[in-house]
């Protein structure tokens, strides 16, 4: 499944505060051709290949992950100082990632970083990432 649209905003709790992903309205198939061309999201949580052209794969959800993680930490969205416009989509293309904290459990920034990685191919899988969680 790649959801397309993951940011904080679609993580619900139940009563026993266990997290859940929720509006999957535009979710697909992992293994479903996606021939539309259309994108989807909240700019910073977007995966910089998706402003390139390329289509939504597991590895653009990873990315959204690795925002959620930096938001988690620091309890601000990701470029909440910024217009999110063209000038943020070219930064992010360019390399722009939110400031590295340093109050954060060990480990746990290495694996927001290799979650926000500009090459998608280079980003863990959420098998990956749930092991070292």
Same mark, same amino acid.
């Given at each position: 499944?790649?959801?397309r ?10 009563l026993n505060t266990?997290?859940?992903i929720g509006? !999957?309205?535009i979710?697909?198939s &992992? ?6 061309n259309?994108?989807?999201?909240i700019?910073?949580?977007?995966a ?8 939504y794969t597991k &590895? ?6 690795g925002?959620? =993680? /930096? ?8 470029? /909440?100082d910024?217009?999110h416009?063209?000038? !943020?989509?070219?930064?992010i293309?360019?390399? !722009?990632r939110p ?5 954060a459990?060990?480990?746990? =920034?290495? !694996?927001?970083?290799e979650? /926000?990685?500009s $090459? ?5 899988? &959420? $098998? ?6």
């Amino acid at each position: 499944m790649i959801h397309r649209d993951f940011h904080s905003g679609n993580i619900f709790f139940n009563l026993n505060t266990n997290p859940y992903i929720g509006d !999957l309205g535009i979710s697909k198939s &992992a293994t479903e051709s996606g021939d539309d061309n259309e994108n989807y999201g909240i700019i910073p949580y977007m995966a910089p290949e998706i402003f390139q052209g390329q289509k939504y794969t597991k &590895a653009s959800d990873i990315y959204s992950f690795g925002m959620i =993680m /930096w938001e988690f930490m620091t309890g601000r969205r990701p470029f /909440w100082d910024r217009n999110h416009d063209t000038e !943020l989509i070219i930064d992010i293309c360019d390399g !722009l990632r939110p400031p590295i904290v340093t109050n954060a459990p060990e480990g746990y =920034m290495e !694996l927001m970083e290799e979650c /926000w990685h500009s $090459d998608p191919y280079k980003r863990p899988t &959420a $098998d990956d990432i749930g092991n070292r969680i």
